[in-house]
């Protein structure tokens, strides 16, 4: 404290936000920022640092006195970037992508500049207006039912991301069933969800206090999609209601991060329904897909759900966080998690006449998210992010007709939207364990090389490759040069491994 107190002047004013010196030093990062974005082909995609990089360089303690902006950024540049695994690289294809753009971006800073914490309407009417407005916009966009609408008889709220989404609705459905079921025995409630759900289901459902012997994952096959089975379903919920165990909820995929695979919502909700459960539809990736007509038929039967959820920020441009939830019964969920304590009561409030998002959602104070939806409907419009993402499915397409027409892969789950799932399986003799090996090396070396950022994932046993085309800035030259890049690689693989069969 000494040395602070000797280099530091009893006079000097300390202004964390200086008008002027903000507009110098925002309009430098910008600047950084448009170069950055520009450059982003010249880093690797995925990071090539070694654990512990980055503590190695940085000091152990905060400075004392204030360091240069120029500095400052000298060190993002120099110590920060090479840590990054570049998630706007048009060569990411790996996991789904986190979408950004221009409007995106700008709603973000809008967002940031108003800090509005809009727990309550009062706190701030714009955000929590704006955010009814935007929601029941993209409802219509996805063709909703009126019921998921505030102009109707449900609503809809910005959660940060589907594993809040999901953790909510499941609250506000144990609560309905053990106060349906006149029992506080939590153990005896069971929730239903595919073998290929997140495993955000599992997480959540261990928070609300679902018992892990009681969370059921139905098997799925790849002769069915990997969707998941009204008969296999039914077969479940009865088993489980012999023994005592009260049914609760299900949750259903409109795209598992897997495969993307879809599960009949119509069908499987029939079931739930019979049985009286809370039925959730996860759309995280896919559900985006559904502004375009072609894709709309994944929702049939979306009239029959409790709730919805799908994030923007995957394939809408939005910007990570933002997962946006519709449900049929509002109140459903404000029981369950309404708080009202004496410093947040207000007229308003008390007279019921205003939606309060704290009563929605896990914590008390959220951000003015809003604005970036708001931006990039009004900045794109419908058609302009409906040829986004028809844009991103054809480039898939393409992608699946090159591995198609090499003799060396084959495709392992027919594609839907914009995921490829496929594997190099150059001779059935290899056996499934030697082919999952050369798998793995070529996903290993596509990824070493700092070209190209994949992922894989396993199903039905099978060891699968991912090509997720989605990442704002890609093109088609981006997937052609991935594919020129995969058959290099396995060129390279079936030279050394054709001569070490051969040897065996």
Same mark, same amino acid.
């Not at 940031?112 to 955000?127: E, I, K, Q, R, Y």
């Not at 309905?176 to 005896?188: Q, R, S």
């Not at 019979?274 to 539809?281: A, L, N, T």
């Given at each position: ?12 004013? #300390? *202004? ?10 925002? /309009? ?94 009062? @706190?701030?009417?714009?955000? &929590? ?12 966009? =996805?063709? =909703?039912?009126?019921?998921?609408? #505030? ?26 069933? %053990? &106060? ?23 997480? @959540? ?30 077969? @479940? ?12 909820? %299900?949750?259903?995929?409109?795209? &598992? ?20 459960? !809370? ?18 038929? /994944? ?26 939830? !519709? ?51 009004? *900045? ?7 040829? /986004? ?15 198609? *027409? ?38 290993? !070396?596509?990824? *070493? ?17 991912? #090509? ?14 991935? !594919? ?18 051969? @040897?065996?």
């Amino acid at each position: 404290m000494g040395r602070i107190e000797s280099n530091i002047s009893q006079n000097s004013h #300390f *202004s964390p936000l200086n008008p002027q010196e903000f507009r110098k030093q925002a /309009h430098e990062m910008v600047d950084f920022i448009a170069d950055y974005f520009q450059n982003i082909e010249t880093y690797p995609v995925l990071s090539q640092v070694q654990p512990g990089y980055l503590q190695a360089k940085l000091p152990e303690n905060p400075p004392d006195l204030p360091e240069p902006f120029e500095t400052i950024m000298k060190d993002v540049q120099k110590q920060i970037i090479p840590g990054m695994t570049h998630w706007l690289s048009p060569n990411f294809f790996a996991f789904f992508p986190s979408t950004v753009s221009t409007a995106g971006f700008l709603g973000e800073m809008l967002c940031t500049c108003f800090n509005s914490v809009g727990f309550n309407w009062l @706190a701030s009417p714009a955000a &929590t207006e704006l955010e009814m407005t935007v929601i029941d916009w993209l409802a219509g966009m =996805l063709k =909703l039912p009126e019921s998921f609408t #505030f102009k109707g008889s449900g609503g809809g709220v910005i959660q940060n991301t589907t594993s809040e989404a999901i953790l909510v609705t499941l609250i506000a459905a144990r609560d309905k069933a %053990l &106060t349906v079921v006149e029992t506080d025995d939590v153990n005896k409630l069971v929730v239903y969800a595919s073998d290929q759900t997140h495993s955000t289901f599992t997480k @959540a459902c261990k928070i609300a206090g679902i018992s892990a012997r009681n969370i059921r994952s139905i098997p799925t096959t790849l002769t069915g999609g990997f969707s998941l089975s009204p008969f296999e379903l039914r077969k @479940a919920v009865e088993a489980d209601l012999a023994v005592g165990l009260v049914p609760v909820y %299900l949750c259903l995929n409109l795209g &598992t991060t897997s495969t993307t695979a879809v599960d009949p919502i119509e069908p499987l909700a029939r079931v739930a329904k019979e049985h009286g459960m !809370w039925v959730h539809v996860d759309a995280a990736y896919a559900g985006s897909a559904c502004i375009c007509p072609e894709f709309r038929h /994944h929702l049939n039967g979306i009239e029959r759900v409790d709730s919805l959820s799908l994030s923007p920020h995957k394939w809408l441009l939005s910007f990570l966080d933002c997962c946006c939830l !519709w449900v049929q019964n509002p109140n459903a969920i404000v029981k369950a998690l309404s708080t009202n304590p004496e410093y947040l009561r207000n007229k308003q409030s008390e007279a019921d006449s205003v939606v309060d998002f704290k009563d929605w959602q896990l914590g008390t104070g959220r951000r003015f998210k809003s604005l970036r939806l708001w931006l990039i409907f009004r *900045s794109y419009g419908v058609v302009n992010l409906q040829a /986004h993402i028809r844009s991103d499915v054809r480039m898939a397409k393409m992608f699946e007709g090159f591995v198609r *027409s090499d003799p060396r892969f084959e495709i392992v789950v027919p594609r839907q939207f914009g995921l490829v799932c496929f594997r190099m399986n150059p001779n059935e003799n290899y056996g499934s364990d030697y082919t999952e090996m050369l798998n793995r090396k070529l996903l290993d !070396w596509i990824n *070493s090389t700092g070209r190209v950022y994949m992922t894989h994932t396993k199903v039905g046993g099978v060891y699968v490759l991912r #090509f997720a085309v989605g990442a704002t800035l890609t093109d088609e030259r981006h997937v052609i040069a991935a !594919w020129k890049l995969i058959k290099e690689g396995a060129d390279a693989l079936l030279r050394t491994t054709v001569c070490a069969f051969t @040897a065996l």
